[in-house]
């Protein structure tokens, strides 16, 4: 399976906004599959931050992003979104993005090793 190509990371300031893109070919030989970011900041584990179940649109979001984070998708592009707004310094990290061939498995969709394929990852950087 191809590799996810992430962009769209970039500096902003506390309060701001940026859209993180993710490209993944999975989009042309799959319909139902998952599809998810993660983060990591230095020192620390990489953790989810929401994912999208491809066939049904359902989305889902670690407690720290909910109301301020929003994953997406355009198929036609395949292509999924992360729109993130009143961004934090502790939002600060690089942004991966992960395809998995199966659905989403709610109950457990933070664990990485669900998703056999990762992209290069994007930086994003929020100052206070």
């Known amino acids: 399976q191809a590799q996810p190509v992430e962009s769209g990371g970039g500096s902003v300031q506390a309060g701001g906004s940026l859209r993180l893109s993710c490209v993944s070919s999975?989009?042309?030989?799959?319909?139902?599959?998952?599809m998810a970011w993660f983060r990591q900041a230095p020192g620390n584990e990489r953790e989810g931050v929401a994912a999208i179940s491809t066939g049904g649109g359902s989305t889902t979001y670690t407690d720290s992003v909910k109301g301020r984070f929003t994953i997406s998708q355009e198929k036609a592009k395949n292509t999924v979104y992360l729109q993130m707004n009143n961004l934090k310094p502790e939002d600060s990290a690089m942004y991966y993005c992960?395809?998995?061939?199966?659905?989403?498995?709610?109950?457990?969709?933070?664990?990485?090793?669900?998703?056999?394929?990762w992209g290069q990852g994007t930086q994003v950087t929020v100052s206070s």
């Open positions: 999975l989009y042309t030989h799959r319909t139902d599959f998952c």
């Open positions: 992960a395809a998995s061939l199966w659905t989403c498995n709610w109950r457990d969709w933070k664990a990485k090793g669900s998703f056999g394929s």
